[in-house]
């Protein structure tokens, strides 16, 4: 069954909350339906449009149609999360490594003039400041875990397609209904692997 919502969500690090959209009018109910972050990945797809929000089950998909609106959309979210982090790592680490080399050149070559130690002590506060956002971002562990899964659904879709590995004794049918389990158990270990992190960070804060 399709559920359509209204726009309106709320999310947190463990769930979404929605209004269930009328189908008979424009008007919302007033009850508020919120979904845990393994509903998202239990055998369910969210799909948010301008007008509403809609939850297909992926087994009343046919299977190349979960590979392109599903498995291939989760790579490709997972690809590109991955190259950013990436990016914000190491411009952060060059920023850093420029500061703290600058720092001796600066004190030697300049030593005689008035304005040395405010410089320096300017750049080292740069260096600190990037090293703490780094540490807060965790940067480098996002780009590894992102880059980990977006292989894991790689690695599952090519074995799906050329019938390898745990697929190479299977029917149709039981191969689509793998491939299903085995994405979402990937999804949905990475998504309760975050959670845990942001209770881990609100605990320590």
């Known amino acids: ?15 979404i ?3 269930l959209l009328d189908s008979s009018s424009d008007n919302t109910n007033d009850d508020i339906y919120t979904f845990s972050m393994s509903d998202l990945s239990n055998h369910r797809i969210y799909t948010k449009n301008t007008k509403n929000l809609k939850e297909v089950s992926p087994l009343n998909l046919k299977p190349d149609e ?5 498995l291939d959309d989760q790579i490709n979210w997972y690809d590109k999360k991955s190259a950013t982090q990436k990016k914000c790592y190491y411009w952060s680490k060059v920023v850093t490594l420029i500061c703290t080399a600058s720092i001796p050149v600066i004190s030697v070559a300049f030593r005689h003039q008035s304005f040395t130690v405010i410089v320096t002590a300017l750049i080292a506060a740069i260096a600190t400041v990037t090293e703490g956002i780094l540490t807060l971002t ?12 977006a ?14 590995g745990a697929y190479s004794e299977l029917n149709d049918d039981e191969k689509f209904h793998t491939l299903v389990d085995r994405t979402e158990d990937i999804i949905s270990n990475e998504n309760t692997n975050w959670a845990s992190l942001g209770k881990k960070k609100g605990k320590s804060i």
Do not use: G, P, Q, V
């Open 66 to 70: 979960y590979i392109k609106n599903r």
């Open 1 to 15: 069954m399709i559920k359509s919502f209204n726009s309106y969500i709320e999310y947190d690090d463990t769930t």
């Open 151 to 164: 292989e894991a659904l790689k690695r599952e879709e090519y074995s799906y397609l050329t019938s390898s």
């Open 138 to 149: 965790k940067w480098h562990e996002k780009w590894i875990a992102y880059r980990s899964n």
């Open 17 to 19: 909350s929605a209004k």
